[in-house]
Every structure is written in C-alpha cells, then in structure tokens.
C-alpha cells in the first residue's frame, strides 16, 4: 500500500467516524461551566442561553458554577476534561487569554481552547461607593491626589483579570497609585461596593450591574468607550477624554470547547447555541441588560477571531508588564 493510499483510507476512515459522531452527539448530559459564583455576568448569559440551547440539543444541561483564581480554576476543568463535548465553558478574554499569562499555577494556554460560539460584548463602566459623592472622573482624580498616603481601592474578580488590568492601566495613565482588591466574582465584589467596603470598580455593563446602576445603589461615572454607552448616555466616554484615549475596553461572551473536540460535536453546538441566542425573548434579555449582540459566525470565523483576540489582549497586556502572580 502507498502511501497515497493510506492518507485516502485515514481521510474515508475520518470522514465515517465524524459522521457518526455527528449522528450519536450528544447522549448524556452536557455541563456548562460557569467560572465564577452565581449571580455576576458570566452566570447571567448562562442562564439566558441554556434553556434553549439544552431543548436544541435533546439532552439536559447542567450549569457549574466554579468560581476562583479570575476564572482560571473552572476554566481548568475544561481543559482537563475529555475532548468530547461534553463539558463546555461560558467564557470570555479575561479567563482565556488574560488567566494564563497574570496567574501562577495556571497550566493551561489560550490555545488549549475553541470558540463554539461568540454572543455579545459590552464594554466596562468605572463606578464609585456612594459614600465618596463623587460625579465625575476629574473628582475621582482630585480625591485620590488629595489622599495619596491612603490609597483608594478598587477590586477585581483576581489578579490577571481584565478588570485588574484596567485597573492598572487607569492607575499608569493617570499616576494615581490604587490599592487592588481581588475577588473570586463580580457578586461578592459588588456587594462590597455597595457596602463601602471599597471605593471603586470597573463592572461589565451586562447582568445585574445596568440595574444597580438605575437603582443607585452605586455611582458609575464614565465607561471604558469611545462613545457613550446607548442605555447610559450620561456616563462620558472615558477613552474620548485627554490622556485617557487608552481607556477602550470591550469584554465578549461566548462558550468553548477543548481544542481537539470533534468538528461534528463543534458544529452541533455551534448551531445549538446561536439558535439560544437568537430567540426573541434571550435577545432582548441579553440587549436589555446593556449588551450588543453579536451575529452567528461559523466555527471557522470563530477561530480567526479568537486568534485576533488572543493576540490583542496579549498586546494590551505587554504595556505594563503583567507579571504571573
């Protein structure tokens, strides 16, 4: 047998395989992983998509919320499971590409992972305690220069998430020293903001956080944008500021797979997904709570993007030194 024949067989032998595959998929039931605690953004786009993704796909799906580590730890469990499908994650940057490269002890990369599929961005808001009686970030700035031997606080769901990030690129470009509070979600982190236990956050404007907003129970004063946000108008654009230009920060949600699962599993849940996402009542939920959504891509777009993303939040990181800890 030549070698021409062997690669025909492999191909044909893959190809039978893959169909079967795609026939049999799925026969028990799926976990989705969440990588933090209930009730943060991750959990809310979860909950949005999972019923209808779960009813497309004939079998149960079960939601894990395993928070900790900026993510890292749940997303780990999907790195380190069987490449079947079987167990997903409901994931965005900050967990894939930022965790590896700001957490010591993560030992998956960015690329151990697949998009299956990309619903929606938002964009961040920089929020005070209400205690502070702040209104704008020029009063933030005069605060925190005011009281330079007591740091302000701010907190972030870890160290290497992309809200310590932003963060940090705020503290640099505007040579205020902050304090970095971390958290293992954005629930337990907003409830110390609205309890004054820390001074500041940047928070996704998606899930709970436009409703808190509404409600006062904490004071955005800008968003990390070149435009206002189309919900919030009266929050200015931080990165149309002098000096702040640098302040553009978007967050997408999507759900992943490990990298070498199947094309056929991939497909199935590709178009599973999207079909969650699409329906009438998940759209205005997901656009309703501040999100733009984003259109059905196919696997083979989804990968070009996620490699651009990859490679951009790796450049924003670069700047300032994001170091494991």
Same mark, same amino acid.
């Given at each position: 047998?030549?070698?021409?024949?062997?690669?025909?067989?492999?191909?044909?032998?893959?190809?039978?395989?893959?169909?079967?595959?795609?026939?049999?998929?799925?026969?028990?039931?799926?976990?989705?992983?969440?990588?933090?605690?209930?009730?943060?953004?991750?959990?809310?786009?979860?909950?949005?998509?999972?019923?209808?993704?779960?009813?497309?796909?004939?079998?149960?799906?079960?939601?894990?919320?395993?928070?900790?580590? &900026? #993510?890292? +730890?749940?997303? =780990?469990?999907?790195?380190? @499971?069987?490449?079947?499908?079987? !167990? *997903?994650?409901? $994931?965005?940057?900050?967990?894939?590409?930022?965790?590896?490269?700001?957490?010591?002890?993560?030992?998956?990369?960015?690329?151990?992972?697949?998009?299956?599929?990309?619903?929606?961005?938002?964009?961040?808001?920089?929020?005070?305690?209400?205690?502070?009686?702040?209104?704008?970030?020029?009063?933030?700035?005069?605060?925190?220069?005011?009281?330079?031997?007591?740091?302000?606080?701010?907190?972030?769901?870890?160290?290497?998430?992309?809200?310590?990030?932003?963060?940090?690129?705020?503290?640099?470009?505007?040579?205020?020293?902050?304090?970095?509070?971390?958290?293992?979600?954005?629930?337990?982190?907003?409830?110390?903001?609205? &309890? #004054?236990? +820390?001074?500041? =956050?940047?928070?996704?404007? @998606?899930?709970?956080?436009?409703? !808190? *907003?509404?409600? $006062?129970?904490?004071?955005?004063?800008?968003?990390?944008?070149?435009?206002?946000?189309?919900?919030?108008?009266?929050?200015?654009?931080?990165?149309?500021?002098?000096?702040?230009?640098?302040?553009?920060?978007?967050?997408?949600?999507?759900?992943?797979?490990?990298?070498?699962?199947?094309?056929?599993?991939?497909?199935?849940?590709?178009?599973?997904?999207?079909?969650?996402?699409?329906?009438?009542?998940?759209?205005?939920?997901?656009?309703?709570?501040?999100?733009?959504?984003?259109?059905?891509?196919?696997?083979?777009?989804?990968?070009?993007?996620?490699?651009?993303?990859?490679?951009?939040?790796?450049?924003?990181?670069?700047?300032?030194?994001?170091?494991?800890?």
């Amino acid at each position: 047998m030549n070698l021409k024949t062997l690669i025909g067989g492999l191909l044909v032998a893959y190809s039978a395989l893959t169909a079967a595959v795609a026939q049999t998929y799925p026969i028990k039931t799926i976990s989705l992983i969440v990588p933090y605690p209930a009730g943060g953004p991750s959990d809310f786009f979860a909950r949005r998509v999972q019923p209808d993704a779960a009813a497309k796909l004939g079998q149960t799906m079960v939601i894990e919320n395993i928070g900790g580590a &900026g #993510g890292s +730890i749940g997303l =780990a469990k999907v790195a380190s @499971a069987p490449a079947d499908g079987y !167990t *997903l994650s409901l $994931g965005s940057p900050m967990e894939l590409v930022l965790a590896p490269m700001a957490i010591q002890g993560v030992k998956y990369k960015s690329e151990d992972f697949q998009l299956v599929a990309q619903f929606a961005t938002t964009n961040t808001v920089l929020a005070v305690r209400n205690s502070l009686k702040l209104k704008s970030v020029d009063e933030l700035l005069a605060l925190a220069r005011k009281s330079a031997d007591k740091p302000l606080s701010y907190g972030s769901v870890g160290p290497g998430s992309l809200y310590h990030l932003i963060g940090e690129k705020f503290s640099q470009l505007t040579q205020v020293e902050m304090l970095h509070v971390p958290y293992k979600g954005i629930a337990p982190l907003l409830t110390d903001l609205m &309890g #004054g236990q +820390i001074d500041m =956050a940047f928070l996704p404007m @998606a899930g709970s956080i436009p409703q !808190t *907003l509404i409600d $006062g129970k904490i004071q955005g004063l800008a968003v990390t944008s070149k435009t206002p946000h189309p919900l919030f108008k009266q929050f200015p654009a931080m990165a149309a500021m002098k000096g702040l230009e640098a302040m553009e920060f978007d967050i997408w949600a999507g759900v992943q797979v490990h990298r070498n699962t199947p094309d056929a599993v991939v497909n199935t849940l590709n178009k599973a997904f999207y079909a969650s996402a699409e329906a009438p009542e998940t759209r205005k939920a997901l656009e309703g709570s501040g999100n733009v959504v984003l259109p059905s891509r196919t696997p083979a777009e989804l990968a070009r993007i996620y490699q651009s993303e990859i490679e951009r939040y790796r450049a924003i990181a670069k700047p300032i030194n994001l170091q494991a800890q």
